[in-house]
């Protein structure tokens, strides 16, 4: 059935109107991050040294789409060295208070700061002398006065053409949640081997495995000596299928590699030549406790699709072969 004028029309103009409200939505909630930013003061820094201080876990709560933001934040703390749980503003005052401890810092979010679920929360939190950190826009409102530090966001317009729908308010506390993560994270000086351990699965955990996990070794080691006869050498690199095979001295320390370009480059004396004759020194090679993101970083910097695995002080005692990666051993792996 062919289109008519009018649909056309009424095409077009739900595209342009679609395009256009998107556009205003993503503007209003940058507008809203801007304030957020200029806002972080002493309030925001007091904040940060309360969570750091904090021996026992993070507890966050909230209620509706603060429940939902919550959520977010307690997996980022989790995620990067602070401990954290998500308790249910109405569950708490059902026996859920009990998950909350001594050595616990309290964050609770509403974005009016009038949340009556919220109440009991606060009072048992006084009872007990737990620390608590507000997150609101309701800078005179019951929760500013009773956290220990009110983190106010600033006035911002929502999203929404009838500023119901939380939407810019709900963004800066997202924002406002990895900004306090991110800072406690550095301060901490959690690392990227951190990372690793908390994040052995998914592509976080590929990207930080180390070159020791993912390389080949052992007898599928492409390796010759130095006076190895090239035919020699191109039978092991056939064998082992890699393209490559490293050269080793009278020590046994890696001090060269073959590679199919060396072949090509040197094809008039095949026949004649060793490997010594033919390598590549002082080859592109890394440390066995290389992170997987970062060795890939190398094998495209190097333009080379196949390296050498060698010892971590292979700087003060020498390379020596552990292993070897190939470009395809990353894409394998979901990297690339």
């Known amino acids: 059935m062919s289109q008519t004028a009018a649909e056309a029309?009424?095409?077009?103009?739900?595209?342009?109107?679609?395009?256009?409200?998107?556009?205003?939505?993503?503007?209003?909630?940058?507008?809203?991050?801007?304030?957020?930013?200029?806002?972080?003061?002493?309030?925001?820094?007091a904040a940060v040294k309360l969570l750091l201080g904090c021996q026992g876990r993070v507890i966050v709560s909230?209620?509706?789409?603060?429940?939902?933001?919550?959520?977010?934040?307690?997996?980022?703390?989790?995620?990067?060295?602070?401990?954290a749980i998500f308790v249910h503003a109405t569950e708490a005052a059902h026996g859920d208070l009990g998950m909350i401890g001594r050595d616990d810092v309290v964050v609770l979010i509403s974005n009016s700061g009038e949340?009556?679920?919220?109440?009991?929360v606060m009072q048992h939190l006084h009872r007990l002398r737990i620390p608590m950190i507000g997150i609101t826009s309701g800078a005179e409102s019951t929760l500013s006065r009773n956290a220990t530090v009110a983190l106010v966001l600033p006035k911002a317009q929502e999203a929404c053409r009838h500023a119901?729908?939380?939407?810019?308010?709900?963004?800066?506390?997202?924002?406002?949640?990895?900004?306090?993560?991110?800072?406690?994270?550095?301060?901490?000086?959690?690392?990227r081997d951190d990372f690793a351990m908390l994040h052995p699965g998914g592509s976080i955990g590929l990207r930080l495995m180390k070159m020791g996990e993912i390389m080949h070794k052992g007898e599928r080691l492409p390796m010759v000596d130095l006076d190895t006869p090239m035919e020699d050498v191109i039978v092991e690199m056939t064998s082992k299928t890699f393209g490559i095979a490293g050269v080793r001295d009278e020590?046994?320390?890696?001090?060269?590699?073959v590679t199919d370009g060396d072949?090509?480059?040197?094809?008039?004396?095949?026949?004649?030549?060793?490997?010594?004759?033919v390598m590549t020194e002082k080859p592109t090679v890394i440390p066995a406790s290389t992170l997987a993101e970062d060795a890939?970083?190398?094998?495209?910097?190097?333009?080379?699709?196949?390296?050498?695995?060698?010892?971590?002080?292979?700087?003060e005692a020498g390379m020596r072969a552990e292993g070897l990666v190939n470009v395809h051993d990353f894409l394998r792996l979901g990297l690339s």
């Open 9 to 45: 029309a009424n095409l077009d103009e739900i595209e342009e109107t679609a395009r256009a409200r998107g556009r205003d939505v993503v503007a209003t909630e940058i507008a809203g991050l801007r304030a957020l930013e200029e806002s972080l003061g002493d309030a925001f820094i």
């Open 263 to 277: 072949l090509r480059r040197n094809f008039g004396r095949i026949t004649t030549a060793t490997a010594k004759d």
């Open 164 to 191: 119901i729908a939380p939407t810019t308010s709900t963004t800066m506390t997202l924002a406002l949640g990895d900004a306090l993560a991110m800072a406690v994270m550095d301060l901490r000086g959690f690392s």
């Open 251 to 257: 020590d046994g320390l890696l001090c060269g590699v």
């Open 115 to 120: 949340t009556s679920d919220l109440v009991p």
């Open 296 to 315: 890939l970083r190398v094998l495209h910097r190097s333009k080379v699709t196949a390296m050498f695995v060698v010892n971590d002080d292979h700087a």
């Open 62 to 83: 909230g209620l509706g789409k603060s429940g939902h933001v919550a959520h977010k934040i307690v997996a980022t703390l989790s995620s990067t060295g602070s401990p």
